[in-house]
């Protein structure tokens, strides 16, 4: 019954001309650019004139797919309540909830959306895949009489072809620093490709934007990012949020420095770190609890940097190094003559939390039941369970705030019938803000049973300190209220015959305030250089005309078992947040975000060669190789 007239517009899938605004894809914007973030701080002429050494660099960086072990699946029907439900795999249950409302025409209270726990989100989840379309299907088979669920599963390509991907970025990047060692001055432009749809765009770039200068005392800084609508597949959250892609340049600008100042790429840090009442590059600031310094010291001492026993270069690659030096498919096995070894060095500092003025709050309902003792412990929460663990977290910090044994406990998760909105499992922030929200829950609770009020019933809602936005003209801000710090060393060895590399090793030091679950953390750490890992050395999104045109797992690769470091080393640090609950920090994104410099770092420190883009896809090392 709809006559439609198609009219095939120019297809616009490099940035760059997007940024000229001669075929404007979104008419209504005004503009391709989608949005702009500065920063300006300091004198950049007087910074340039003190740096006795100043390098360059540009720096490509890839989409990634986010390949979570179950992909876009759920069920949506009508409640024993009449409303309109959805259960499925997400992240944050209230928005959801009020997405879905909105586009339905229902009101909120009308729409019930229940998480499962399962496995992997790393922000694929944040944005609507199937619950508005369940949520419509439910609804208009009860209008039609029919009482039944609606059930629909993504297959792996849809969803490679259907969700947002980490954005592409460009960063075009020059530093100096002075013969001693202090940086003088960074000069960045960095473009992410928004893709079709603005999605967290915004959010992602201001990230990067804070981002792309490091964790380090800069008196002179001039940044430009932008966000450029194209007609690629959409940019969106994935684990770092924009830092990776900051993180990336800052990194291999460092370790550049530190070369052409013939110093060590750790005392190079350490003498430039932020540290208690620095200011960052935003004028603001670095909040109290800073330990980026104790984190790269501490990668440093457990990865034995700088001993004898190190040795870089050709050499003999022990077993089973050797062995796998060479594609898990059937190969012939390395040369030995043509193996050489390195280690490379890099850090980062993420937000816990949203940022840049965003609202933020945390609620929790925890029941006290039993008579002369506290007998059960009821806690209703809407945190997401995406595979990391958070359920278990929130279940020991309600027996550790009310003060009984964990089995005491029971959870009612993820369903907006039974709890306050959460906010969403991302910006590393639920055991923070969860554990806040619990502990203050548990001490209106326990008031209340001391007042033999009882059952003891409290609901909670916990608010961080508010943060800013970026001042358009000058890029101030007090853009977060938490940070996690984290450092990574690499050893690796690379076949330059070949071109395929072997990680031998990688320790990492993550500040973490204060274990909560040993087990969980080390899983974050392991499981985040495992991502990293494939970043940095394997996964290629390919889009032709906006198009994925390898959109199967046997085409987009990510790593397998014989694939991945050989080992990780999760040194766990714990200098309590003033602000975190029992100190604790948010870390599921931060042992991401160095990996990929630090593996640059250790190629260059094997080959001599810097690469300055990812994935180091065996063809191109070699390529690059034989360019020198």
Request: glycine residues 10%; contains cysteine.
């Amino acid at each position: 019954l709809i006559r439609v007239e198609w009219e095939q517009l120019p297809i616009l899938t490099d940035v760059r001309e997007a940024m000229k605004d001669e075929l404007v894809l979104h008419p209504w914007h005004g503009s391709n650019i989608l949005k702009h973030y500065l920063i300006r701080k300091g004198d950049m002429a007087a910074g340039w004139a003190a740096a006795a050494v100043i390098i360059e660099g540009n720096y490509p960086l890839p989409s990634q797919a986010h390949a979570y072990l179950q992909p876009e699946a759920g069920v949506g029907y009508i409640d024993r309540e009449g409303r309109v439900t959805v259960e499925i795999g997400g992240q944050w249950t209230h928005k959801d909830q009020q997405q879905v409302a909105h586009s339905l025409g229902l009101p909120a209270d009308q729409v019930r959306i229940i998480y499962p726990a399962i496995g992997g989100a790393f922000g694929g989840r944040e944005d609507m895949s199937l619950q508005i379309v369940l949520g419509l299907a439910a609804l208009r088979l009860k209008e039609r009489g029919i009482n039944r669920p609606v059930r629909i599963i993504w297959s792996r390509e849809e969803s490679i072809i259907g969700h947002h991907k980490r954005h592409q970025g460009w960063v075009k990047t020059k530093w100096g620093a002075t013969r001693d060692g202090k940086l003088t001055a960074v000069e960045a432009e960095l473009i992410l490709d928004s893709g079709s749809y603005a999605y967290t765009s915004p959010k992602v770039l201001g990230n990067a934007n804070l981002m792309v200068t490091g964790p380090y005392v800069i008196p002179n800084a001039h940044v430009d990012s932008y966000a450029v609508t194209t007609n690629n597949i959409p940019g969106g959250a994935f684990r770092g949020f924009g830092g990776p892609q900051g993180t990336f340049a800052a990194e291999c600008q460092m370790n550049k420095l530190a070369e052409a100042l013939g110093m060590d790429p750790v005392e190079f840090r350490l003498k430039n770190v932020l540290r208690e009442g620095d200011l960052l590059t935003t004028q603001t600031p670095i909040l109290p609890g800073v330990s980026m310094a104790e984190v790269v010291e501490a990668a440093a001492a457990a990865a034995d940097w700088g001993s004898s026993n190190w040795h870089s270069g050709s050499g003999s690659v022990t077993s089973p190094a050797e062995r796998r030096l060479s594609s898990p498919f059937q190969s012939l096995p390395p040369n030995p003559a043509s193996i050489r070894r390195g280690h490379g060095v890099a850090c980062a500092f993420k937000n816990v939390g949203f940022s840049f003025g965003a609202p933020e709050k945390c609620e929790a309902i925890i029941e006290l039941h039993g008579g002369k003792e506290i007998e059960r412990v009821v806690l209703r929460h809407a945190g997401a369970e995406v595979g990391q663990g958070s359920h278990t977290a929130f279940k020991q910090m309600a027996a550790a705030a009310v003060g009984v044994p964990v089995e005491r406990v029971e959870l009612v998760m993820s369903d907006t019938a039974s709890s306050g909105d959460s906010g969403s499992v991302s910006a590393s922030r639920m055991t923070f803000m969860a554990g806040n929200s619990i502990k203050q829950a548990a001490e209106e609770a326990l008031a209340k049973w001391t007042d033999e009020d009882r059952p003891s019933i409290a609901h909670a809602i916990y608010r961080p300190p508010p943060t800013q936005p970026y001042d358009p003209e000058t890029g101030y801000t007090m853009p977060n209220f938490s940070y996690g710090y984290v450092a990574e060393v690499v050893d690796l060895a690379v076949d330059i015959e070949t071109g395929f590399i072997h990680i031998e090793r990688v320790v990492c030091a993550d500040d973490v305030g204060k274990v909560i679950n040993r087990t969980n953390v080390e899983g974050q750490v392991e499981g985040a250089v495992v991502q990293a890992f494939g970043y940095a050395l394997m996964e290629k999104l390919v889009l032709r005309d906006g198009r994925v045109t390898n959109p199967f797992l046997s085409q987009y690769l990510i790593p397998g078992i014989k694939d991945i470091p050989e080992r990780v080393d999760s040194v766990l640090v714990e200098i309590p947040d003033p602000i975190g609950p029992w100190g604790a920090r948010g870390m599921a994104e931060m042992p991401f975000m160095p990996l990929a410099p630090a593996i640059v770092a250790a190629l260059h420190d094997a080959t001599g060669v810097w690469f300055d883009e990812i994935p180091l896809l065996p063809w191109k090392v070699v390529e690059r190789l034989r360019q020198i």
